[in-house]
Each structure stands twice: as C-alpha cells, then as structure tokens.
C-alpha cells in the first residue's frame, strides 16, 4: 500500500468539521470513521505519493446511498505534468469494500473523482482508500 507514504487532499469536509470527517480518517484502518464531503458535485481525493509508483488497483469503501457515480481516476507522471485522464471506474451502490483497477501508469499522483453522488445532495462518505502497486 502506497496510502501511507502519502499526501492527501480531498475537495471538501461535512460543514468544515475535519476533527469529526476529516481526510485522516480515509486511511486510518477504523471502520467507525469516515471522510464525508459537504455538499455539491465533483468531489475528489488526491494523493501525492513521496516518489513515483504504479498503481494497479484502488480500494475504497463507500457508506451506500453516498457513493460515487461517474468516477473517473486521473494521474500526473511527474511534478511538472498536468493531470491526465487514466479511466472510468463505476462503483456499486453498496457498503461493502470495493477494488478497481487500474492500466500500469508510473504516477506521482492521483486524483479519484467522484463527479456526481447516490445523493441527491452530492454527499460523498468513505471509509477506507487504499492504493495497492
């Protein structure tokens, strides 16, 4: 897991609360915390990894009726890239823990975006991510 090693940022936080649904709880192994995101759409999680990688596959685990719809991963090769798109990826509707893959791209980062939700306000909760090479 490249997770750890990493800087993450994420597009927003349930009414500012990090203390309560901050981007920490993303990757600390505990099924009862969660990032949730405020309203509206795209929502997104970036990692910044410390030195290039391949990611193959990315785990996440939604809270169902938050989930993600019309995601799409993208990645930058290096500091001085722009982002580009790498796929789709379509969550199901569940809270379960989910794995989608990826095609083998050296990335220094990478962005999941969420463009819209299962809500109808455009909530987005997670309660793991992870990023296997």
Request: glycine share 6%; net charge negative; charged share 20%.
């Amino acid at each position: 897991s490249v997770v750890g090693k990493s800087a993450i940022r994420v597009s927003s936080v349930l009414n500012k609360d990090s203390r309560l649904y901050g981007k920490q709880f993303l990757t600390d192994n505990n099924d009862e915390t969660c990032w949730s995101s405020d309203q509206g759409t795209p929502q997104f999680i970036v990692l910044r990894f410390n030195s290039p990688c391949t990611p193959r596959e990315v785990k996440i685990m939604f809270q169902g009726g938050f989930v993600g719809k019309d995601c799409s991963f993208h990645g930058k090769m290096d500091d001085s890239s722009d982002l580009q798109f790498i796929s789709n990826f379509y969550p199901e509707d569940v809270n379960s823990l989910q794995t989608f893959k990826l095609p083998p791209t050296e990335l220094v980062q990478l962005k999941v975006l969420f463009a819209q939700s299962t809500d109808f306000f455009g909530r987005i909760i997670i309660y793991h991510i992870d990023v296997l090479t």
